[in-house]
């Protein structure tokens, strides 16, 4: 911490959106936010899920809620009421949204108030928003600098995530005012190479060819991510399993690292499956 | 409540402009004007017209300009008023009871010797095409409402590209596509790869169950042929 006093923080704002419901859009923004924390830098994860808040169990720390971020918003609390130091990572901060309200409560410029505020406070500001593409999900992508996308290979999933890269191309801030895109990256999970190889789940290549953005990471299938949320652990903190390796490996690739691609799949028995998947 | 006995609209109107060339108009001028007026009667009779004085301001004779005011009307054009006139000819203007319109982009007129094709003429606006470089994401729609629309990239399931006129993609189409949307027959949609879920002709079309399974991944274009939505593989 001490060192980052040095510099100003960085400021960035990704969003972790996905259209459809359940896909692991709250388990990944919590691992990615864990991870990037886990590497020294100062990280917070705000829940835009209103009236469904469930980012402070998966973070564990649901108990400690005491103002939440439409407090914030609407000049309940302060800022600094609301956030919620990670007691296992001091660069982890949690901003949870509120149970009772609804997504009206949020409005524009008071997401952007409160964002402003973090970025003067946090190198990564990850935002996990709601499924749909509706009110919620609009603001949680509108301020972004970057956005990943998280899609299960299966095709409403692929269709819904193609639906939000072209959201994120038109209407976030970048797109309105500067004309440019959000980087937008596919973050590929609850994928099961035994069923891709029983015909039952969408190759990688297959999902990648229709959302055409780059792949960030593959998470396998894992009684893991269920254990970790059960226990309110973020993935990454839990002990090691092939799941928190592909988080891991999201983020640094997130941060720009090179990461063989294969490392997430080299633990795969099917190996020649790789193979025969590849498009000749 | 007292309701006004009147309602102010807005209106917009295409008028055409006749574009006057020779200063002092003669015979021959009158001889144009009748010609050009039986080649293109749909187009001028009863329809709202200008004086186009740009070139010629030295037209001021208010015996001239009434002539031209008079043979103009006696074949049947509703004159009502003069652009581009300078302001001895705007008084003049006035005078014989035409207004002066002021119009912020005008389009020349075509060259008086070149005979204009009789037919379609209302349609002489250029067309506009469209050029896409992006992929048509699901739930987006592009539309070229006068014209082609090419889009370099995909059209993804759940997307909707229409033209009025040919649609070429440059990628894969998954979604909709319609061509010829205002009734051209003509019109065709091209594409590199086709896993379409509607192809759709001038009102004509075919959903991915009616496409031939042999043609899906190809790279195909559609067309009509007797009143059928033919679709072809290239070779």
């Not at chain 1, 991870?35 to 917070?44: E, N, Q």
């Amino acid at each position: 911490m001490t060192q980052l006093k040095d510099k100003d923080p960085l400021g960035k704002v990704i969003v972790i959106t996905s259209g459809k419901g359940g896909v692991g859009k709250t388990t990944s923004a919590a691992a990615i936010a864990a991870a990037l924390a886990k590497r020294g830098h100062k990280t917070v994860v705000i829940d835009f899920d209103v009236g469904l808040r469930n980012l402070d169990m998966i973070m564990g720390c649901e108990r400690r809620v005491v103002f939440d971020f439409i407090n914030v918003i609407q000049g309940e609390a302060r800022l600094k009421q609301a956030l919620i130091k990670d007691k296992r990572l001091d660069t982890l901060s949690i901003l949870p949204t509120s149970q009772t309200r609804d997504k009206d409560a949020l409005t524009q410029d008071g997401v952007e108030k409160v964002l402003n505020e973090l970025k003067e406070q946090f190198d990564y500001i990850i935002c996990d928003s709601p499924a749909g593409i509706e009110r919620g999900a609009q603001l949680a992508m509108y301020f972004a600098d970057e956005a990943v996308v998280v899609t299960n290979p299966e095709v409403s999933s692929v269709r819904d995530s193609d639906r939000v890269l072209g959201l994120l191309a038109s209407k976030t801030k970048r797109a309105e005012d500067e004309g440019t895109e959000v980087k937008a990256q596919v973050l590929l999970t609850r994928h099961d190479q035994r069923r891709v190889d029983a015909g039952e789940m969408m190759t990688i290549d297959d999902v990648l060819e229709i959302l055409a953005v780059p792949l960030l990471g593959v998470v396998p299938e894992s009684p893991a991510v269920l254990r970790a949320s059960n226990v309110g652990m973020p993935i990454v903190l839990d002990e090691p399993s092939e799941a928190s390796r592909a988080y891991e490996a999201a983020v640094a690739r997130l941060l720009g690292e090179e990461v063989d691609m294969s490392m997430s799949k080299e633990k795969k028995p099917g190996f020649f499956s790789r193979l025969f998947g590849a498009p000749a | 409540m007292r309701t006004e006995p009147f309602q102010v609209r807005g209106r917009f109107l295409t008028a055409i402009a006749i574009r006057i060339d020779v200063e002092s108009p003669d015979e021959s001028f009158y001889a144009a004007l009748d010609e050009k007026i039986k080649t293109a009667a749909n187009l001028l009779i009863g329809a709202p017209v200008l004086l186009d004085l740009a070139a010629v301001p030295g037209l001021v004779s208010r015996d001239l300009l009434h002539n031209v005011i008079r043979a103009i009307r006696s074949k049947g054009l509703l004159l009502f008023g003069v652009q581009n006139a300078n302001p001895q000819q705007k008084a003049l203007a006035e005078e014989l009871g035409l207004i002066q319109v002021l119009i912020g982009r005008d389009t020349p007129l075509q060259q008086p010797t070149r005979a204009a094709p009789p037919r379609r003429q209302r349609l002489v606006e250029p067309p506009e095409n469209k050029i896409i470089r992006r992929h048509v994401r699901s739930g987006q729609m592009v539309v070229a409402e006068r014209g082609d629309l090419t889009i370099v990239g995909s059209v993804s399931s759940g997307a909707e590209v229409v033209a009025s006129g040919n649609i070429h993609i440059y990628g894969t189409l998954r979604g909709r596509a319609m061509a010829g949307a205002t009734g051209d027959a003509s019109a065709r949609i091209f594409c590199s790869k086709l896993e379409a879920e509607l192809l759709a002709i001038s009102g004509l079309f075919k959903t991915s169950e009616t496409i031939d399974s042999d043609l899906r991944g190809c790279n195909v274009q559609a067309f009509l042929e007797d009143e059928t939505l033919c679709i072809e593989r290239f070779v």
